[in-house]
């Protein structure tokens, strides 16, 4: 409650700032997504630290320790915004699939429709996702669990069969990707910081926001993971 009065109260500031200079020049400028966002009234800046959503969400800027922090987090800045858009087309394939089987009565009409939409997934993303590196499929493993509240291993044995999950697993484990992989920001440092690069690249419209299957609070886990390097 008391982040959010904060961030209330700092909305509502700036609005008042920007409606009572009518007679002002009020632009606003954004820098990379790695930066703080700025308004700009006759060349003065005043830097404000979130972006009006539906939800206005505190976004500060981004520090690092050291060049070296800077570059993994570019990197994973770019495998995440490359692999997203297939973990989000895969939640909307699901969601169309799974209401599309509610329809149909007849078990044989179902496994038929079944084997129709894996095929066409297959054919939609192979030569795709052949073409992603090992930490580019582990990121999307991750992601897919974030988008279908599933993991990549589950959804495999309901389209296909436990036996061949486990081989598509075992296979995956000799390039030291786990389909078995689930998205944990709350435990995992670089799943905090994949999700950090989402909640930016949404709000920078970079990427297209989708809900994820389960509630992820981003103020709240930007203050456990504060509390947790301070400590």
Known sequence: ??????????????????????????TEKKNDSTDTFYYIIEGDTIPREF????????LK?????????????????????KVYPYAKLASERLTTM???????ERKRDRKKYTK???????????????KLTRTEGQILVKLIHRQTGRTAFDLV????TGWRAFWYNTTAKMFDISIKEEYRPF???????????????FQSK??????????????????????RTSE
Do not use: C, G
């Open 187 to 201: 435990d995992n440092k670089e799943d905090y910081l994949i999700e950090d690069i989402l909640e930016r690249s």
């Open 157 to 160: 044995k309901e389209l296909r």
């Open 51 to 58: 972006i009006d959503l539906e939800e206005v969400i505190l």
């Open 98 to 104: 799974t209401r599309r089987l509610e329809t149909i």
């Open 61 to 81: 800027k981004l520090e690092f320790t050291s060049k070296q922090d800077r570059r993994r987090y570019l990197i994973l800045r770019r495998k995440t915004r």
């Open 116 to 130: 129709r939409i894996q095929k066409y997934i297959e054919e939609e993303f192979s030569a795709k996702l052949k």
């Open 206 to 227: 970079i990427l297209e926001r989708q809900k994820p299957a389960f509630p992820i609070d981003y103020l709240e886990l930007s203050v456990h993971w504060n509390k």
């Open 1 to 26: 409650m008391k982040y959010t009065y904060y961030i209330y109260v700092s909305f509502l500031f700036f609005t008042l700032v920007a409606t009572s200079q009518t007679d002002r020049e009020y």
